[in-house]
């Protein structure tokens, strides 16, 4: 840069002449010019060193700047900024808890945050982190909620959805229920809960999930508690008009809950309609693994392809129906060998289609409750292992249809004074091993041609292999049996037995009706 020197004024007297009158003189004009000149000349100086300044840092601003510790000021006075934060939702189309102050580092109390969060009404993004919201009060209110997979939220109140989706995470329930269903139409998909309970399970009473009304999908989930959460899915409305619900509970799988793995109820709500299917529990409730109840007439549910594993109790079911749970049940694999119970119950007039079902141990299916009430049972095509009755009827009438089972065991067992009205239909109704001197007993209602089909499983010298042998039933307590081995066959009460005494080894049967 350049630097402009003065005008001497000694040079102009040199050149312009003098007057002496009482106007300015050359002289004097020049003076006044110089003078002008010089101040513009200084001001032009001046600016030129202010120029060369900002052009020395300028070129050396890059040079002393820590780009990193200026880039983090600058974005946490925008994220600091609510007006920013609203413009960044507004484009990305999400909140997450940090954008409120959530740490995620698993010791502070980002409760607020949450709450803060979730208030927004913007759908919901959780990153991966510990999250501590011990008194957040989480409501989902016609948002979406996906969670990263290694995203833990640890609470002690429920997390409500009104309409909402929430999928994935993992979700730490310290004495309390996890998630409530409260109404609209909700979803869980691929979410984790882990739910403790300190204190009296039958006074508190928290489940892994509750649902009070409306449309609900539940799938893909794990719903896991150490033995003091109550109910791992638990579904029954709330009193009032026209409540109801509809649940799709799928591919779950539930584990180690106090009373039952799924819940239904429509005792409180006017209909109440449930798809069950493809999931896997494994717990020990003091009733029925997967227990549905109806009300009157209303309700239908449909139990299909879920496995049950053994409980811990010998007070558990498989699946339970009572009070008009209509229902069918089909495709499950039901084992309650260690529990020594019912691996299908009806309970108190209930209506259900029990077929294609594989039950190990315990009762196959009971029909049990009082005088008043009638269940109603079809059942067909099931295969029944290792059960130690495959049907017990107690103190309760029952209409039962039985169609081409296969059994191994007794087909049916009466325990108590009530016996069912028996309709047995075209195909096997049995199928079983008996060793010597053991029988299994058949109940029959009506008319009836039955063909035994016994085989031995030793080979005797001179001696059929196999035996076929007809015995015609009817009501008035009658009956043929055309076989040598007719000795192995009484009938009394309606009660048709057979008892291998006569061959002398084990033999296997088949029992068809051929009406």
């Given at each position: 840069m350049y630097h402009i020197e003065p005008i001497k004024r000694f040079i102009c007297q040199k050149v312009l002449p003098v007057t002496y009158d009482n106007s300015l003189s050359y002289y004097e004009v020049l003076c006044k010019f110089v003078h002008t000149i010089n101040d513009v000349i200084a001001n032009m100086n001046g600016l030129v060193a202010d120029y060369q300044a900002l052009y020395d840092f300028v070129i050396n601003y890059f040079d002393n700047l820590d780009i990193s510790e200026e880039l983090d000021k600058k974005l946490e006075e925008l994220l600091e900024s609510e007006e920013f934060a609203l413009y960044l939702t507004g484009i990305i189309g999400f909140v997450t808890p940090t954008m409120y102050g959530a740490k995620g580092d698993g010791e502070t109390n980002d409760s607020e945050a949450f709450e803060d969060c979730f208030a927004s009404g913007y759908d919901v993004k959780i990153f991966a982190g510990d999250y501590k919201i011990p008194d957040a009060i989480v409501s989902v209110d016609h948002q979406n909620v996906q969670c990263d997979e290694n995203a833990k939220l640890y609470t002690e109140n429920p997390i409500y959805l009104y309409t909402g989706r929430w999928q994935g995470g993992k979700v730490y329930a310290d004495t309390t229920t996890a998630f409530s269903l409260a109404s609209g139409d909700n979803e869980l998909d691929g979410v984790t809960i882990n739910l403790s309970v300190d204190g009296d399970i039958e006074t508190l009473k928290k489940n892994g999930v509750s649902c009070t009304d409306g449309t609900g999908v539940i799938k893909n989930c794990h719903i896991n508690s150490d033995g003091t959460g109550y109910m791992g899915i638990w579904a029954d409305a709330h009193d009032g008009t026209n409540n109801h619900y509809v649940l799709q509970i799928h591919n779950n799988y539930i584990h180690g809950f106090y009373r039952n793995g799924i819940f239904t109820s429509a005792k409180a709500c006017d209909i109440a309609y449930n798809i069950l299917d493809y999931n896997h529990l494994s717990t020990n409730p003091g009733g029925g693994q997967i227990d549905i109840v109806g009300k009157a007439t209303q309700g239908y549910t449909t139990v299909r392809n879920n496995i049950i594993q053994n409980g811990a109790s010998e007070a558990t079911s498989?699946?339970?129906?009572?009070?008009?749970?209509?229902?069918?049940?089909?495709?499950?694999?039901?084992?309650?060998?260690?529990?020594?119970?019912?691996?299908?119950?009806?309970?108190?007039?209930?209506?259900?289609?029990?077929?294609?079902?594989?039950?190990?141990?315990?009762?196959?299916?009971?029909?049990?409750?009082?005088?008043?009430?009638?269940?109603?049972?079809?059942?067909?095509?099931?295969?029944?292992?290792?059960?130690?009755?495959?049907?017990?009827?107690?103190?309760?009438?029952?209409?039962?249809?039985?169609?081409?089972?296969?059994?191994?065991?007794?087909?049916?067992?009466?325990?108590?004074?009530?016996?069912?009205?028996?309709?047995?239909?075209?195909?096997?109704?049995?199928?079983?091993?008996?060793?010597?001197?053991?029988?299994?007993?058949?109940?029959?209602?009506?008319?009836?041609?039955?063909?035994?089909?016994?085989?031995?499983?030793?080979?005797?010298?001179?001696?059929?292999?196999?035996?076929?042998?007809?015995v015609l039933v009817d009501d008035d307590n009658g009956f043929v049996v055309t076989s040598s081995q007719s000795s192995d066959f009484t009938f009394a009460d309606h009660i048709l037995t057979y008892g291998n005494n006569t061959l002398g080894q084990t033999v296997n049967v088949k029992v068809m009706t051929v009406n």
């Open positions: 498989g699946i339970e129906l009572e009070l008009s749970g209509n229902a069918e049940i089909y495709s499950n694999v039901i084992d309650v060998s260690t529990t020594m119970l019912y691996g299908v119950v009806l309970q108190h007039a209930s209506h259900a289609n029990v077929h294609d079902n594989t039950i190990i141990g315990g009762t196959a299916i009971a029909s049990i409750g009082t005088d008043e009430y009638v269940n109603i049972l079809t059942t067909h095509n099931n295969w029944l292992y290792g059960c130690t009755y495959n049907f017990y009827n107690g103190n309760q009438t029952s209409i039962i249809s039985l169609d081409e089972s296969r059994y191994a065991g007794n087909l049916i067992t009466n325990v108590a004074s009530h016996r069912p009205i028996m309709d047995v239909n075209n195909g096997y109704m049995w199928t079983g091993q008996l060793e010597e001197n053991t029988g299994c007993n058949f109940y029959v209602k009506g008319v009836h041609n039955l063909k035994f089909i016994v085989q031995r499983t030793e080979p005797v010298e001179g001696q059929p292999s196999v035996y076929m042998t007809d």
